[in-house]
C-alpha cells in the first residue's frame, strides 16, 4: 500500500500503512516561523518534526521544518499547522468535542449491594 492508499481495518477507521503519514496526519506544527514561540515552548511547537525524528535534538527542529515542508509539497502531502497556541488549544478541544460525540452512549454504571 502507497502513501495515499487507503484502507480500512476491519472498524471502519481510515489506516494508512505508512508510519510518517501517520504521524503527518495526527500532528501540529504550532507558529513554527516564530522564534519567540519557538524559544518559550523549548521547540514544543515544531511537533511534526519532533514526531518524525525523535532523536533529533530540539535545536535542529527549525531547520527540519522547511525541509519538511519541501518534501510534503513535492509528495502531496499536507503538515497540519495553526498560527498560535491559543488557536491549537482551540483546536485541540474541538477535536476531542469531536471524538466524545462519536463515541457510543455510555450506559450508566449501577452498584451491586
Known amino acids: 500500500m502507497g502513501v ?3 484502507d480500512t481495518g476491519g472498524d471502519g477507521e ?4 505508512c508510519w510518517y503519514t501517520h504521524q503527518l496526519n495526527t500532528t501540529v506544527d504550532i507558529a513554527p516561523g516564530s ?3 519557538w524559544f518559550l515552548s523549548g521547540g514544543l511547537n515544531l511537533q511534526v518534526e519532533h514526531h ?3 532523536t533529533v535534538d530540539h ?9 519538511v515542508q519541501d518534501v510534503c509539497r513535492r509528495h502531496g502531502l499536507q503538515v497540519h499547522i495553526v498560527g498560535g ?6 483546536s485541540h478541544l474541538e477535536h476531542l468535542s469531536a ?3 462519536a463515541l457510543p452512549e455510555a ?3 449501577t452498584t451491586d449491594s
Open 107 to 109: 450506559s450508566p454504571r
Open 52 to 54: 518524525l525524528f525523535p
Open 14 to 17: 481510515k489506516r494508512d500503512d
Open 4 to 6: 495515499s492508499e487507503w
Open 35 to 37: 522564534r519567540l514561540r
Open 85 to 90: 497556541f491559543r488557536e491549537g488549544f482551540q
Open 99 to 101: 471524538e466524545k460525540e
Open 59 to 67: 535545536s535542529h527542529l527549525p531547520a527540519l521544518h522547511s525541509i
